[in-house]
């Protein structure tokens, strides 16, 4: 190795992600306060695929997705966004890289004194130059895909649970961003409106092709979603694979929590 | 022991007076450079202003009549009659018209405020905001920043007409004062700045009610315990702030 190569190997930093990796976590530290909540914390994400990212509650799922959106700082660790490490981006260059991601929320924090339609709409009366004829439309066939049409007019809080989740959906897809974040998509839902949500979710991650990342503990959602499931307990991934992968996974802590038994090593 | 009793609650004081000023210069920065939706600004002029107006009209009519009611009777003791609209007219420009307004916009619409952003932090509406590449700042607080610092001046030229007339209609009724005398006492004894000033007084108190407010609404956690919270937080900070600024202001002004 030359001078030159070795210096650049020692400042360079950790190695930046192959292209094919659209979203990495590496060795992650969060804490709230005193309370630990990410710890060591490293996943890839494959660009165009869809990441499960499973575990107990409170277990820090849903910071994963906040890390990666930028909504919070991580204390230590790396994350990379397209190949770019956005840690200590500060709020303006963070809200220029959000604008390729889509944020579906575990309660769709839709804008409640908006309609059905403006929420929709917001993200491209934002960032795109587009003509409000054109956003119109572009608002009538994202409704459409998710079958909201009739209620584009309605306020949030005039429509069901599951209707409010596919309207945040809409919201999060409408620019077609490149990344998805999906925060619980179906908790609180009861089967049937369970099978159309993660119907909507394939249909949306097959016209979209984008790196999707979702979070839930609802097994059979992640199953039937991802192509690669990560384990998150205590803060640090323990598991990642596909989704065969974890199922035979030897991890005691990743069988018990599969098989929903209350015998293990997992403290309850 | 020292670290409890002094040292955390002085950092928690620079905490909050660097949280707001770093607030509001983003929300100015937004204002200065015209980021701003004007429909927007002037949905929140109507709900913040228009809808605290009759608040501020009873507000001023009582203290204008009872300062009228106090100075007119002991005017008609001692044989100052000729003072008894100077004294209103002065105290109303200077300090009560701008004060009370104010103090009684701080409860109605710094509440409003605290309360809707508050509700938005807790249902996650401002993080999608932010998650979505959209300042909350830009499109929350400024319009209301705007808003609140030209919509107090206006209630209180309100405040201010009221205050004075209702002073009138007590002097002329307890006292029997004549609406000349009274009127042209108002003339005699103020000056334009008074007036003048007493608006830029009440801008800057607008300026409070809407940057306290929002800051404390965006502060909100827990679900609505945190919210009850926040309002009161804002209601309570707004005011110490407003005495404390008119002040300052009064000293810098009126000097």
Redesign the interface.
């Known amino acids: 190795m030359s001078g030159l190569n070795l210096a650049q190997g020692l400042f360079a930093g950790p190695p930046l992600p192959a292209d094919d990796i659209a979203i990495r976590l590496d060795r992650v530290a969060l804490k709230y306060d005193e309370k630990i909540v990410l710890s060591d914390c490293s996943v890839d994400c494959k660009r165009g695929q869809v990441t499960g990212i499973i575990g107990l509650s409170g277990a820090g799922k849903s910071t994963i997705l906040r890390v990666i959106n930028g909504l919070r700082h991580a204390d230590a660790g790396a994350v990379y966004i397209d190949g770019e490490n956005i840690t200590g981006w500060n709020e303006h260059e963070l809200i220029e890289m959000r604008k390729k991601m889509g944020f579906a929320f575990q309660y769709s924090a839709l804008f409640d004194s908006m309609t059905i339609a403006e929420n929709v709409a917001y993200p491209l009366w934002e960032h795109t130059r587009m003509t409000k004829a054109e956003i119109d439309r572009r608002v009538s066939e994202t409704l459409e895909a998710l079958g909201l049409s009739d209620v584009e007019n309605s306020l949030p809080g005039e429509l069901s649970g599951g209707m409010q989740k596919r309207a945040g959906f809409a919201r999060a897809i409408v620019n077609d961003p490149e990344i998805i974040l999906f925060d619980e998509p179906t908790s609180g839902l009861d089967p049937i409106m369970t099978h159309i949500i993660v119907t909507t979710i394939k249909s949306i991650q097959e016209r979209l092709k984008a790196t999707s990342v979702v979070v839930s503990h609802d097994l059979r959602s992640i199953y039937a979603l991802s192509d690669t499931v990560a384990m998150l307990f205590e803060g640090t991934i323990i598991e990642s694979g596909t989704v065969n992968e974890i199922r035979r996974s030897p991890n005691p802590i990743v069988q018990q929590f599969l098989q929903g038994s209350e015998l293990g090593p997992i403290p309850l | 022991m020292i670290q409890r009793v002094i040292l955390d609650p002085f950092y928690r004081f620079f905490g909050y007076a660097g949280g707001v000023t770093m607030m509001l210069g983003d929300a100015l920065r937004y204002a200065v450079t015209l980021q701003i939706r004007p429909s927007e600004v002037l949905r929140q002029a109507y709900f913040l202003g228009v809808e605290s107006w009759p608040i501020i009209v009873l507000t001023s009519l009582f203290t204008g009549a009872v300062i009228s009611l106090e100075t007119a009777k002991a005017a008609v003791q001692n044989g100052f009659t000729e003072y008894v609209g100077s004294s209103v007219a002065y105290g109303t420009f200077r300090e009560l018209g701008p004060l009370l307004t104010a103090v009684v916009f701080a409860g109605r619409a710094g509440a409003a405020i605290a309360a809707s952003l508050g509700a938005?932090k807790v249902?996650?509406?401002i993080?999608?905001f932010?998650?979505?590449?959209?300042?909350p700042v830009k499109v929350l607080v400024t319009p209301r920043l705007i808003a609140c610092i030209f919509t107090v001046p206006l209630l209180t030229v309100f405040a201010d007409i009221i205050g004075i007339s209702a002073g009138y209609y007590m002097a002329h009724w307890v006292a029997g004062i004549p609406q000349y005398t009274y009127f042209h006492s108002v003339q005699r004894g103020t000056d334009p700045s008074d007036f003048y000033n007493g608006l830029i007084k009440a801008a800057v108190f607008g300026a409070i009610v809407a940057i306290i407010a929002c800051y404390e609404g965006f502060r909100a956690e827990g679900g609505a315990d945190g919210v009850g919270r926040a309002t009161t937080n804002a209601v309570v900070t707004a005011v110490i702030l407003t005495f404390a600024f008119n002040f300052g202001l009064s000293y810098v002004l009126f000097r």
């Open positions: 938005m249902t996650e509406q993080e999608a932010q998650s979505m590449g959209v300042s």
